[in-house]
């Protein structure tokens, strides 16, 4: 089976040893993560931004390419028949426009999934009815 190996993503960041921790006792412990294009594509699109030097592109594509897709416990999903629905009811009533569309795209992905949420962006507490974990705390 294979594992999640150490992770390179910004090591520098106060949230890496937490969130390591959390995605390490998660695949040793069998657990299933849920992925959509949306989540891929930012973390490639904001890991890699010129001008923010986050990530060297490389250890970004590497990550990306030898980490997460060959790991056993990746399962990729398109949004549900409810997704629509969801997505409109959070733009409507939580009044989102704007980088907040996506936030309510992926809230909405999730519930239709009946998926946990993990991030570590709090802002995603907002969500009626989402079941979202910061593996940091918080949410």
């Known amino acids: 089976m294979k594992r999640l190996r150490d992770g390179r993503m910004r090591r520098d960041s106060p949230f890496h040893i937490l969130c390591r921790q959390w995605l390490i006792r998660c695949a040793a412990e069998g657990g299933q993560i849920r992925l959509t294009e949306l989540a891929e594509v930012a973390l490639l699109r904001i890991a890699i931004l010129r001008g923010l030097d986050l990530v060297p592109m490389d250890e970004v594509l590497a ?9 056993s416990g990746i399962l990729r999903l398109s ?21 907040d569309v996506n936030d309510g795209w992926l809230a909405a992905w999730a519930m239709g999934h009946h998926a946990v949420l993990v991030s570590t962006d709090g ?11 910061n593996p940091v705390g918080g949410g």
């Open 123 to 133: 802002g995603f507490a907002r969500f009626p009815g989402l079941d979202f974990l």
């Open 79 to 99: 949004p549900s028949p409810s997704h629509p629905e969801l997505l409109a009811r959070f733009i409507t009533g939580l009044g989102l426009g704007g980088n």
């Open 63 to 71: 990550f990306w390419a030898e980490d997460l897709w060959p790991y």
